[in-house]
């Protein structure tokens, strides 16, 4: 996470408004689906009635659909053979 947030920092000088805003959201999908995540472990020691459905049940559409739309906006920035490279790295 430490990671994409300098990422996106850094990024956030050549990004646009819209593709700015594309990136956040994929942040918020990835937090969104980290919570869900932590707090369906057994073990969670978090009071999970104290948490609503929207942070309790992970939302693949959201985090896939973000994530398609991140992609898509740094490959209409990018060298599209950086991002190949890159690809093959996830």
Do not use: H
């Amino acid at each position: 996470m430490d990671e994409y947030l300098n990422a996106l920092v850094m990024s956030s000088l050549y990004l646009n408004d819209e593709q700015n805003k594309v990136m956040y959201e994929a942040l918020g999908a990835f937090r969104q689906a980290s919570m869900a995540i932590w707090l369906d472990i057994q073990d969670c020691p978090a009071n999970k009635d104290s948490y609503n459905n929207s942070t309790k049940i992970f939302n693949w559409k959201l985090f896939t659909e973000s994530f398609d739309q991140a992609k898509s906006a740094m490959r209409s920035i990018l060298n599209p053979k950086v991002l190949e490279q890159t690809s093959k790295i996830i």
